[in-house]
Structures are given as structure tokens and as C-alpha cells.
């Protein structure tokens, strides 16, 4: 015989929010990853001298991180006050809406504003991160949240490979010459991407809507989702609520230098930025090297984004697996083994 939900003991897997989350952060990634194939043949195009083009591409990889950075903490405050939904559905627009600008961009400088438009717009991640830590008990939010994680290797897999392979159509397909992707050849990938973005919009009502009581002009407080013998009994005061979270929180309120300034998340925050740097590098440096016909391997942008397809591949697989060694050896261990939680 089946419990009523409030005898139960045990909360169920969030499936759902996972993969929709792990959706979303392909989204991200992917728009963030689509142009690394195609970036140095489109400088050479826009007339960047060779000796230039590497600064250039250094410039288009990073400002779409550099305009995340800021708007990130920004993204995060505003979830907080109109929900998690309303900031999903900003960034999908505004990731294809800069998506589509990088595809018409006739100047190196356009392109440049239309990169840092989108890393500003995206703003899906602290969102993403929000819900699934109200929504997710504690015994499965490590799962969870590495599970959705898989989202980030599916964008690195798959904006490459569709950079690539949609790159100049009008080169191998005669029945698009003299169309508007012979003039713009790099429209046809970046507004396939920008479709999946507005594709995305369909999944985003399936994101837990924000909890709130409706206190008149009190503080509202977004209670977070708990197993049903731990929720609070009935609606209370404000005061009674905001007593009840801090008491989840042992009472303790820390600011957001004191947490950095810990010496566990210190190392973490610098493990991470470092991992980072190391693999944003790489993800523009091989294209540079792989295009360059004098002194590298002279690839097309579809043998680029071919080649650079299986990190995506190997970052799912530590993600998965991620888990399950956890449990067997510890998070110390695979931290040192260059695994950050």
C-alpha cells in the first residue's frame, strides 16, 4: 500500500529540475562555445591584420566572460525578487538576440559588442543554482547538482560541433550562394544556435516557481522546499518565518567577504578560476593553431569543431561519475586529483 506524501519518509530524486537545469546550462555554455571554431576565419575576414588575429580572438574569447562576471551577482539579486522563471527566459532571448548580432556583424568591433552583450545576458546560472538548491532534500543535492552539471560538457560538445558544422554553408552548398549566408557566412550556425535559445523558453514553466507569502508591505521571505516532516506546520508571522530560517542556518548570517575569505572556499574559488583559465585557453588557443595553414594544421571550422567535440565528451563522463567517487574515495581526494567539487 502506497503512503500519503506527508507519511513519507524519504523524498524522491528531482529528476526533472535536473535535466531542465542541465538543459539550460547547455544553453549557456553552448553560446558562450559556438564561435571558437569559426573565430579566427572570421577576423581574417573582417580584414584584422594576421599578426593581430590572435589578440583579437584572446579579446572575443574573454568578453563574453568578462561582461558575465559583474552581471552575474546582478542576475542573482533580481531572481531573488521576481522569481527564478523571469531570468531563464531574459538570458534565452538575450543569448539569441546576441547570437544573431554576432552572425550579421560586418566589423571586428560589432562582433566584440555583440560577445560582451551576450556574457552580460546571460544570467541563467544563478538562477539555475537557486532552484535546485530549494528544491533539491540535502541527501541528493551533491547528485543533483553534478548530474546537471552534464549540461556544461553537453555545451562544450555541442556548440564547437554546430560552430563548425554550419560555418560558411554557401562554400558547400551551391544553392545558397549569392543569399544572404554568402554575405553574413556565419548567420546560418549562430541563428541555429539562437533557435535552440528561443526553443529553451518552452521548458522553462517546468522550473519550480518561487515561494512566497503575500505579507502585505513586511519583508517576503521565499521559504526553502524541505522534506514535509521538517516544513513548518501552518503559515506563520513574518517574524516567526524569519526566526525559522535562521534557526536552519544554526542562527548564523555571513556576509558574502567573510565567505569568500574562508580558507576551504578560498582554495576552491581559486581551484576553479584556475581550471577555468586553463580551459578557456585551450579553447581558444587550439583554433588559432589548427587554422593557421603556415604553422599549424590548416583545419576547416567543421575539422575544428570536430576535434574539439571530445571534451565535451570526457567532462560528461567526469560528471557523471563524479557522484559515485565521491562516495568511494572522498571529496579531498578528487579535489587533489584536480576533480573540484
Known sequence: MRLPHCCRTTVDFPWKLVLVTALFRMLGTMSATLVFPFMPFMLVEFGIPEPEVGT?????????????????????????????????????????????????????????AARMLGGFLCGAEPAIVASLRESTPKQHRTQAFTYSQTGFSGGVLLGPTLGGLLAKPADNIPALRGTVFEASPYLLTCGAAAALQLLGLCFVRLLPRKQRKALGSQEVVELPMVAPETAPPKPRP????????????????????????????????????????????????????????AHGLGLEPVEIGEAMAPLGLMLGVVSLSFSALEKCVGLKFLFRGGMPP
Open 238 to 293: 513574518t517574524a516567526e518565518i524569519l526566526s525559522w530560517v535562521r534557526s536552519r542556518a544554526h542562527g548564523v548570517t555571513v556576509g558574502v567577504r567573510a565567505t569568500c575569505a574562508h580558507p576551504v572556499i578560498a582554495v576552491c574559488l581559486t581551484d576553479i578560476f584556475l581550471m577555468h583559465v586553463v580551459q578557456s585557453a585551450l579553447g581558444e588557443l587550439f583554433p588559432l593553431f589548427a587554422s593557421n595553414k
Open 56 to 112: 583579437w580572438a584572446g579579446m572575443m574569447a574573454s568578453a563574453f566572460f568578462l561582461a558575465q562576471l559583474p552581471s552575474g551577482v546582478f542576475w542573482g539579486w533580481l531572481s531573488d525578487r521576481v522569481g527564478r522563471r523571469p531570468i531563464v527566459a531574459i538570458s534565452l532571448c538575450g543569448q539569441a538576440f546576441s547570437l544573431v548580432a554576432i552572425g550579421l556583424s560586418t566589423t571586428a568591433e560589432a562582433c566584440l
